[in-house]
């Protein structure tokens, strides 16, 4: 194999890639998680630690450390954990893997701003430098609302428990979104916490990307000749990447009413899909390398003009969802009565590169909407010239490559063929490739991935600094521009607001009906 001078510089990255096939199991290490009683912990993160230690992929020096208000001691942590695992686990129960950890869980009852609780916490981190191995080793995830975190970064600078300079080991955050509120906030938040951490070893995380098939949009463009020829403007029409839920808002009035769904997942989520989508391949399979290029892509991005015709936000109305009668938003707890919120958001963006000049991608994403489908729809240019009746072809479409990110995880691939019979009648078909079909291996969970990565040190599935702030930089004038208009509403259990529809067909196109 052929080793370019990158590769020379940075090591042997086509090494680690096979390496990586063989089970990654980091270093004797402590998870701190601050905000444990929290939805996510209970939900996300300790499921995914119980399910890394069911495969054998933790190392025998673990300890899960759990920091919270509550006058709790280890027992009880335990128990939420175990709750939590017995629940959430995806790789089933088991007794002994629960025992072996139950063993090495450590809480610390205490507030942000309790000195008393930080001295124990970094006291509870030293003990197990003798009694785990850990070396010094920690990663601190920060599970809490972003206001929260000058508190806990200062405490952590006080009891210099993100220092390794004196007793080794590393020292990494984790930091769930959202990343600020905005370019200005979330400049704001990168200085506060590079202030304690260095940059590497700050993964800010995007779960979307910790998603098999999302990871499996770079092999599909990557590993393979066939789609890399025509991903690009001269055959590529426009794309669409859709991010819908049926669910509503739940009890997260607190945060949503204050994001939405621009800030909520447009600017995480589905602009790192389309990073995925249009950047050019990477010069390595390594961090530096993807999110280099991911970098570029947003970095190219470019608003329409005419914000008014091609951005549109809307809120869910009451509806039916399911048969079962659902609420408006305006109705759901928490939500003030005459919030402007939306819970729709969708914009049609360009990329200004030689590949993309001139392709509409098309995003969008809400609440409410008819199911819990996430798709990423390359659509193809009409073939140039048919020299069949015209009669003949009118069932035929665009060819469309489809990547179904959730659920039916996999890829669809629709064209155009014969229907049986005397006539050369040409109609769209659909060629499925399913991941539950073709493999044995259930995919991990997305948590699973990124905290296994996290604890490894590899930053590939995280998005950068630069990566959270260009997305701002596309999501801010759109938030400007709403500022002082009303969402459209939408019913609920229909695919959005009738200005989206305007919008594509404007255009002369639709909205796939996913
Ligand atoms: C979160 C958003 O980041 O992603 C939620 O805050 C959204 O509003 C969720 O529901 C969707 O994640 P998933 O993995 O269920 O598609």
Redesign the pocket.
Known sequence: MTRTAAEGLRGNPLRDARDRRLPRIPEPCALVVFGVTGDLARKKLIPAVYDLANRGLLPPGFALLGFARRDWGDGDFAALARDAAEKGARTGFREDVWRRLSDSIRFVSGSFDDDDAFDRLAQTLVELEDTHGIQGNAAFYLSIPPAMFPTVLKQMQRTRMADNSERGGWRRVVVE??FGQDLKSARELNALVDNVFTPQDVFRI???LG?ETVQNLLALRFANTLFEPVWNGNFVDSVQIT?A?D?G?GS?AG??DT?GAAR??LQ??VLQLLSLTAMEEPVAFDAEAIRTEKTKVLGAISLPPDLETYAVRGQYDQGWLGGVRVPSYLDEPGVPPTSATETYAAVRLGIETRRWAGVPFYLRTG?RLPK?V?EIAVIFKKAPHLPFDSTDTEELGHNQLVIRV?PDEGITLRFGSKVPGSAMEVRDVSMDFLYGEAFTESSPE?YERLLLDVLIGDATLFPRNEEVELSWMVIDPLEEFWADRRPELYRAGEWGPRSAEEMLARDGRVWRRP
């Open positions: 979104k959202p995007d779960h979307y998603k991010m839920e669910v808002i997260r945060f949503y994001a909520d997942v995480n989520h609440k819990r996430t959730q997305a």
